[in-house]
């Protein structure tokens, strides 16, 4: 702790210690700061926290105001107000120096200013803004999927402002779908891996041309067996080969390289089921840097070289804690990584000689946003991936008779870092909710939080992932599609009693087992089972393993929602284009679907939905334009009504309503929804960084 440090620690904890004038004001600051966070991400109060962020701004610390206006612009955002605008440019206008104005450029659509070239910086942020693909070498160029509309490979122009298709859908699925995607070391071609439509599920590797105005022609350089897919990390400073990732059906992974001219595939390594995050040519393309997990079972994964010719490979990075690669030095000297090494994530250096180690790490930032690189530019900019800020789950209070929302204080609310997927016990006594980490993957924490005691607990369990767990009845077990440690798909079981967790049917490419809800006395559990077209309920005994076939799906899309009195099922109706245009109800036993909802002439509703209280109707997600959506009430005999509730920042698709009808809970962001691409520059003393 520096000196200032510990002075202002004192004034804000009440020491003796008297500060200068200097210090005293950036203290009052810093208290006010956390102050006015607390008021707005933990209370809901935003017009509270307003006033107090307004209080920083007019201070005399450049650093906290500029912070003050970037936090209570997003406070406007929240409550619809117009001023928003008028702090952005307030903080572009008078903080230029500070690193929230590119933030605050980037929210106002201007292009980046050249006197904030240099630094770190926001160099886009928005709800499109994904981790799916790389930056091209001169900064200028980012890859990444449009998902919200068609699936295409789209590449944003970071200058400009402006978006480009690569590929050609029209609408989701129409060909198929773009994954991931790298840009070329001479920044003229696209490598990206995409799954076919139309047929038995299969996977192709491409290339394309990045340069032009239209949609360029792509090349298939490799194709996929069955269910076996590629991604594509990096290509080599020659251009003539990429290193990847094939992901067989059976679960085995392979690291290798692959030849741009005609797909000729060298394994280097076989690796465990989790495969690599992140694999990296080095500048003079002799050796691939990239990690591992430490081996199945285990939170910490390592960072390796390997030759690529497979001749000689060395653990780099090999300690108790998670290790990512993020790039190379230009030289080749240095390996980049980020590092929980210290309890926080940190940047470092790794020197390297051969393909070994050549000295102990170098810390670069002991203070690192994201593990997630999007690649680094030929002048050594490290671009990465972070959400714009944290996940909340939360409850309301809502009056479904009148479609009001309550006030914005929540009744509950607690941070995540991704999912979420709120689900009340059938008695409302409990709230279960899940964290996946900062990506959306695993490990993932589960949750309750238990209204009447308003205790907060994790559960304990051996699952490295998990989708939607429900409650049982009883509140005693936790069920659940997932994977272990070791990748093992399936519907899992945990006993919130003896804290065993066990697999109860296991759920891959060939048997697509989705879990739904319990029945009502908590002794089986209800399961889709099949693939489109064959698809059925099947009930299952949780302790004999028993199963009895329920119904036939006939046109069901997802999610299917099982009735609360457990006699019926719900779920959406699509048209050809995959547009959901209705619900349909049927009883479990297997009668007749009928029709409940049908949506009017060019109305899109997401497919996300739950049953009111009592099965007497529905809640609906209604797709507008631009992503935006509506929360609609639809009563099986009664007219349809909007729920006044502001989606916009909702983070995470599913939600719940309590069985008093009373709460619904969500996941939303604490501040502006989406995600942000961030540059760093100046990273290494000496040499400088390399993709």
């Known amino acids: ?17 008297m500060l200068p004038a200097g210090l005293r004001a950036q203290a009052a600051s810093t208290v006010m700061l956390r102050q006015a966070t607390e008021l707005a991400d933990i209370k809901g109060d935003l017009k509270g926290a307003i006033e107090l962020y307004k209080k920083v701004a007019d201070g005399p610390d450049r650093a906290a105001a500029a912070q003050a206006l970037l936090r209570m612009a997003e406070c406007y955002q929240k409550l619809g107000d117009k001023d928003a605008k008028r702090a952005y440019e307030r903080l572009v206008r008078d903080f230029a120096d500070q690193k929230e104005a590119a933030v605050a450029r980037m929210r106002l659509g201007a292009p980046a200013a050249a006197t904030a070239s240099k630094g770190d910086r926001a160099v886009w942020t928005g709800q499109h803004v ?14 990444y999927i449009d998902w919200d509309k068609t699936g295409n490979l789209m590449v944003r122009d970071l200058v400009a402002n402006t978006d480009r298709p690569l590929t050609n859908n029209v609408k989701h699925s129409e060909f198929g779908g773009a994954d991931w995607s790298t840009i070329s070391r001479d920044g003229s071609q696209v490598a990206y891996d995409w799954w076919v439509a139309g047929g038995p599920l299969q996977f ?3 290339v394309t041309p990045l340069s032009g105005s ?11 067996s069955g269910g076996d897919s590629i991604r594509p990390f990096d290509w080599s400073p020659d251009g003539r080969t990429l290193a990847v990732l094939v992901e067989r059906e059976d679960r085995t992974s392979q690291l290798g390289t692959l030849a741009v001219a005609d797909g000729t595939l060298r394994v280097l390594k076989s690796v465990n089921w989790r495969g690599v995050s992140k694999a990296v040519f080095s500048a003079d393309g002799r050796y691939i840097a990239y990690d591992l997990d430490a081996g199945d079972g285990s939170r910490h994964s390592w960072v390796y070289v390997i030759a690529v010719d ?5 653990a780099v990075v090999a300690d108790a804690s998670r290790n990512t690669v993020m790039g190379w030095s230009s030289d080749g000297r240095h390996v980049l990584f980020a590092s929980d090494r210290t309890g926080t994530l940190g940047l470092w250096a790794l020197p390297v000689d051969a393909g070994k180690p050549a000295g102990a790490p ?3 930032r002991s203070d690192f946003p994201s593990a997630w690189s999007l690649g680094t530019s030929s002048s050594g900019t490290l671009y990465v991936w972070k959400r714009a800020s944290a996940g909340v789950v939360k409850t309301m209070p809502v009056n479904l008779e009148s479609g009001e929302v309550g006030a914005s204080q929540p009744a509950f609310q607690r941070f995540i870092e ?12 409990e709230l279960l909710f899940v964290s996946c980490g900062p990506t959306g993957g695993g490990p993932c924490t589960l949750t309750i939080h238990a209204a009447e005691t308003g205790s907060v607990r994790n559960v304990t369990h051996t699952l490295g992932y998990v989708q939607v767990p429900r409650l049982s009845p009883d509140r005693r077990l936790i069920a659940t599609n997932g994977s272990d440690l070791k990748g093992r798909r399936g519907l899992y079981l945990i006993d919130l009693q003896t804290h065993e967790t066990s697999l109860m049917l296991t759920a891959d490419d060939a048997n697509r087992a989705t879990f739904l809800d319990w029945t009502a006395d908590g002794a089986s559990i209800i399961y889709a089972s099949g693939r489109q077209g064959q698809r059925r309920l099947i009930q299952r005994d949780v302790r004999s393993g ?19 009195d457990r006699m019926r099922y719900g779920c959406p109706l699509a048209d050809a284009s995959g547009k959901v245009t209705g619900l349909q109800v049927a009883p479990l036993d297997g009668g007749r679907p009928e029709v409940v909802f049908k949506a009017a002439a060019g109305e899109d509703f997401s497919g996300q939905w739950v049953w009111m209280p009592g099965g007497r109707g529905a809640i609906l997600k209604k797709q507008l334009a631009d992503t935006k959506e509506e929360l609609w009430m639809v009563p099986f005999s009664g007219k349809p009504t909007r729920l006044t509730i502001d989606t916009g920042s909702w983070v995470d698709p599913f939600f719940d309503i309590h069985p008093s009808g009373r709460q619904i809970a969500f996941t939303a962001s604490a501040g502006a929804p989406g995600a942000e691409v961030w540059a760093f520059e100046n990273l290494l003393p000496v040499a400088t960084a390399r993709r």
């Open 362 to 364: 170098l810390m670069l």
């Open 418 to 429: 991704s999912r979420g997927r709120p689900q009340f016990s059938d008695d409302g006594k």
């Open 130 to 143: 994904d981790l799916f693909g790389t930056v091209s070498p001169d900064g200028r160029y980012l890859t």
């Open 1 to 17: 702790m520096t000196r200032t440090t510990r002075l202002m620690a004192a004034a804000v904890l009440g020491g003796a210690v």
């Open 214 to 224: 239209g949609v360029p022609v792509s090349r298939v350089i490799w194709r996929g």
């Open 546 to 564: 028993t199963e009895k076939h329920l119904a036939l799906l006939q046109g069901c899309g997802f999610p299917i929602r099982i009735a609360p």
């Open 204 to 206: 192709e590797l491409k």
């Open 310 to 314: 497979a001749s000689r490979e060395a």
